[in-house]
């Protein structure tokens, strides 16, 4: 299985702190995408890395894929109340194949 | 430009009944994926479905789940004789033919089926 699996579970920060959130997973792959989804929502596509990359960035977003270690971060800076959400990694093989997602990780924003 | 569209976004089926669910992909987008997602979990995925073809169902369970993308229309999830164990939210997204621009799935809201 190419499952990600992300670490810590769950994270408490107040507003303004970063907040860096990891995901491991097992085989090779062509793309790594991290996910947000608000409570009793559908999940938003934040960021998109391919296998060739090593550090994209998008807004507050900062995204690290190590293949070799076989492991990603996503780093969210300046955080926000609004930031309050569970982060999910997906991982695919290319083309538009299906996504395997990690059981997610909860982050609380504390205004 | 509508996103992907589900429906209905709540279902409540007794035990025996059958539960349809709809999803409406991204006008383009010809790729449909179902996940489900069981509460505090993350979404397992059940079947990838291009327009009148079934890609990769290995995540559908063998029985009573069926599904399908006709050439018009929505993509539909179908359960039949649902039990307690199929109530959780059912999300449908949607993918171009290639993901060349890097934009990921565009996912629905979710349909959350209740089993009483």
């Known amino acids: 299985s190419q499952q990600g699996e992300e670490d810590p579970q769950a994270l408490s920060i107040q507003e303004g702190e970063n907040a860096t959130m990891n995901c491991s997973y097992k085989?090779?792959?062509?793309?790594l995408q991290w996910y947000r989804q608000n409570s009793g929502r559908g999940l938003v596509h934040l960021i998109l890395?391919?296998?060739?990359?090593r550090e994209k960035h998008s807004g507050r977003l900062r995204v690290t894929l190590d293949t070799s270690k076989k492991s990603s971060s996503l780093l969210i800076t300046a955080s926000r109340a609004a930031d309050t959400a569970s982060y999910f990694c997906?991982?695919?093989?290319?083309?538009?194949?299906?996504?395997?997602f990690g059981k997610g990780m909860k982050l609380t924003v504390n205004p | 430009n509508a996103g992907v569209m589900q429906n209905p976004r709540h279902l409540v089926r007794r035990r025996g009944q059958e539960a349809r669910l709809r999803c409406s992909p991204m006008?383009?987008?010809?790729?449909v994926y179902w996940y489900r997602q069981l509460p505090e979990e993350g979404l397992k995925f059940m079947v990838y479905?291009?327009?009148?073809?079934?890609?990769?169902e290995s995540g559908m369970p063998k029985e009573r789940f069926s599904a399908e993308f006709p050439k018009e229309g929505p993509s539909i999830l179908r359960i039949q004789q649902v039990v307690r164990g199929d109530s959780a939210a059912y999300f449908c997204?949607?993918?171009?033919?290639?993901?060349?621009?890097?934009?990921?799935?565009?996912f629905g809201s979710g349909t959350r089926l209740t089993v009483v």
């Open positions: 890395i391919r296998s060739n990359e």
């Open positions: 479905l291009q327009k009148e073809n079934i890609i990769d």
């Open positions: 006008k383009g987008h010809s790729h």
């Open positions: 997204a949607s993918s171009p033919p290639y993901d060349r621009a890097g934009y990921g799935y565009t």
């Open positions: 085989t090779s792959i062509n793309n």
């Open positions: 997906a991982t695919g093989k290319g083309g538009s194949e299906k996504l395997v």
